[in-house]
């Protein structure tokens, strides 16, 4: 098996409904990291990192200098800078998930999503792994 990553940066603005301290807008220079495998190479490598960027870049561009808003979030939605997410709330873990579902129907065959990463801040993460399920 052979894996490659690519880290790509946006920030936003978000709020985590009923939290205490995320509850209140505030906003992230979000980190993500996209992880690719597969067990056979193609030229060489696993994907050329400049095809990745084309698929991964327009998930990340969408998101970019907006308000972040899930379905439980409606507080802002009319803002022309707020981008409704089809997930409940805008957490590392499902802003994670909604990269790897985006993604994963773009993805050329045989290549695999190993994870997606979200940082929020350079000492907190989140890590979306698919099922092997949902990768065959």
Not at 6 to 11: H, Q, V
Not at 75 to 91: C, K, R, V
Not at 95 to 115: E, F, T, V, W
């Amino acid at each position: 098996m052979f894996e490659i990553s690519k880290d790509f940066e946006f920030s936003a603005a978000h709020q985590i409904p009923g939290h205490p301290k995320c509850g209140r807008m505030h906003g992230h220079n979000y980190k993500v990291t996209v992880v690719i495998w597969t067990d056979e190479l193609t030229e060489g490598m696993v994907i050329d990192y400049a095809l990745l960027k084309e698929l991964v870049k327009p998930i990340i561009d969408e998101m970019d200098h907006k308000y972040l808003c899930g379905t439980e979030n409606q507080s802002y939605t009319s803002l022309s800078e707020s981008i409704q997410l089809p997930i409940p709330i805008t957490t590392g873990e499902l802003l994670a998930k909604y990269i790897h579902n985006r993604l994963y129907d773009q993805m050329p065959s045989g290549l695999h999503i190993g994870c997606i990463k979200v940082c929020e801040t350079p000492n907190t993460s989140a890590t979306y792994y698919p099922d092997s399920e949902e990768e065959e």
